[in-house]
């Protein structure tokens, strides 16, 4: 059971615009920074989204990050096939003092 | 370029104790905490602990306390996680990860990866 809450999966069609959505709680997300992974198969996950809604030199304008009370979601445009990978969520947690993460959404391109 | 580079893969029998190196390059490596993630097998990922190698003060996730240990060289700019005794349930990746600088950061850069794999 992962502190943060993410659905299972998401799908799309090339070009679509999907949202993944990603909740959680005043000692975390209501109070921290949420940040974005994205972990292609086989990989290591990758900082897509910092600080809620900053992208790395390199991450593409398709995605998008954004943060309101304890609940954040990450929105991909344009969609591609290699956008097709696992997209976690995380924020400090200032009760636990360490990161927590979501479940992980695995995304779809159909 | 901030570079976070772990050591090999490694295979063990349980009872067998094991430690895994994280070395940093391209910043200030005691400046920043860096942690460890486990992912089991296609589950998600699970926060281990984290340390400060400045002073090597030491965080666990309850969930991973006592059942290993994570230290610092910042002369080598190298973190470490290991195990005293392993079981066949710590097969996994594990990755360690650098914090951003901010209090409120989470973790911004990630290395490539250590599989365990633990079986007789």
């Known amino acids: 059971q992962s502190v943060l809450t993410q659905p299972p999966s998401a799908s799309g069609t090339p070009g679509q615009r999907v949202t993944i959505s990603c909740s959680g709680s005043s000692s975390n997300i209501g109070s921290n920074y949420v940040f974005w992974y994205q972990q292609l198969p086989g990989t290591a996950p990758k900082l897509l989204i910092y600080r809620n809604n900053q992208r790395p030199s390199g991450v593409p304008e398709r995605f998008s990050g954004s943060k309101s009370g304890t609940s954040a979601s990450l929105a991909i445009s344009g969609l591609r096939s290699e956008d097709e990978a696992d997209y976690y969520c995380a924020a400090w947690d200032d009760s636990l003092s360490g990161p927590v993460f979501g479940g992980g959404t695995k995304l779809t391109v159909l | 370029e901030v570079q976070l580079v772990q050591s090999g893969a490694e295979v063990k029998k349980p009872g067998e104790s094991l430690k895994i190196a994280c070395k940093g390059s391209?910043?200030?490596?005691?400046?920043?905490?860096i942690g460890w993630v486990r992912q089991m097998p296609g589950k998600g990922l699970e926060w281990m602990g984290i340390i400060y190698p400045g002073d090597s003060e030491t965080r666990y996730s309850p969930s991973f306390q006592g059942q290993v240990t994570i230290s610092a060289d910042k002369s080598i700019n190298t973190a470490y996680l290991q195990w005293g005794s392993l079981k066949a349930s710590d097969t996994a990746m594990y990755y360690c990860?650098?914090?951003?600088?901010?209090?409120?950061?989470?973790?911004?850069?990630w290395g490539q990866g250590t599989l365990v794999t633990v079986s007789s």
């Open positions: 990860a650098k914090r951003g600088i901010a209090a409120a950061d989470s973790f911004d850069y």
């Open positions: 391209g910043y200030s490596f005691a400046s920043y905490w």
